[in-house]
């Protein structure tokens, strides 16, 4: 079966510098999303990318957060400045909506701002 | 706003001791209603879509229905390795979001 893949798998950080979270969707999919977990919360959506762009994005995601798709392959999410509490699971995760039968999800990044 | 609620957030059972799991919705214009399995560090595994009422889908030991207001996950006989945590999430509207629940945590003992 086709799969997201994420790097790294972990990622250490000190609260305000600046982290690159990398993803390769998978390759016919047309739309792109970043979701986080904090540690035993739920899956909260962050960003959504179609055709080059931002389609939908939630509250968390503020000025600190860009999405980035620098190739045909590759689908970044940069955190400019890190916070303390951006410290979280990132999943990067794609879509076929011509099938609209699932999402598909990366392994993750496990995010530590110390 | 669509939000889904989840119940019970914490199950256990004993090897093959068969029960449910509940998501309920609300959402303006379902699209499709997931069901995702989350073993511990890894992403969502999906495991059904069901798009409207009285729709039904099964796989192995695992099959999901859909009301107008809710699914449920029902579990025939589980083994020790269907111990995960079980996500529900919509997509409703025009909107790309797929809105998750928060969760049913499973543990089926042996």
């Known amino acids: 079966e086709p799969e997201v893949t994420q790097t790294p798998s972990h990622q250490v950080t000190q609260m305000g510098q600046e982290v690159i979270l990398r993803c390769v969707p998978i390759?016919?999919?047309?739309?792109f999303y970043w979701y986080r977990q904090i540690l035993g919360q739920k899956v909260e959506f962050l960003v959504s990318?179609?055709?080059?762009?931002?389609?939908?994005k939630s509250e968390i995601f503020d000025d600190q957060f860009s999405v980035e798709r620098p190739d045909g392959s590759n689908f970044t999410l940069k955190i400019r400045s890190t916070k303390l509490e951006d410290s979280a699971m990132y999943f990067c995760?794609?879509?076929?909506?011509?099938?609209?039968?699932?999402?598909?999800f990366g392994s993750g990044t496990q995010l530590s701002v110390l | 706003e669509d939000q889904v609620t989840q119940s019970p957030e914490a199950l256990r059972l004993q090897e093959g001791e068969s029960s449910s799991l509940n998501c309920s919705y609300t959402?303006?214009?379902?699209?499709?209603l997931f069901w995702y399995r989350q073993d511990p560090g890894k992403g969502p595994e999906f495991l059904f879509t069901?798009?409207?009422a009285g729709e039904e889908k099964e796989k192995e030991r695992l099959k999901a229905t859909l009301t107008k207001k809710e699914s449920f996950l029902h579990i025939t006989a589980p083994k020790p390795e269907d111990s995960a945590t079980y996500l529900c999430?919509?997509?409703?509207?025009?909107?790309?979001?797929?809105?998750f629940g928060p969760g049913t945590r499973l543990s089926v003992l042996p």
């Open positions: 390759s016919n999919h047309l739309y």
């Open positions: 959402v303006s214009g379902l699209r499709g």
């Open positions: 999430a919509v997509q409703a509207g025009y909107g790309q979001n797929f809105v």
């Open positions: 990318f179609y055709n080059n762009e931002i389609s939908e």
């Open positions: 069901l798009y409207s």
């Open positions: 995760a794609s879509y076929d909506r011509a099938t609209n039968e699932k999402l598909f």
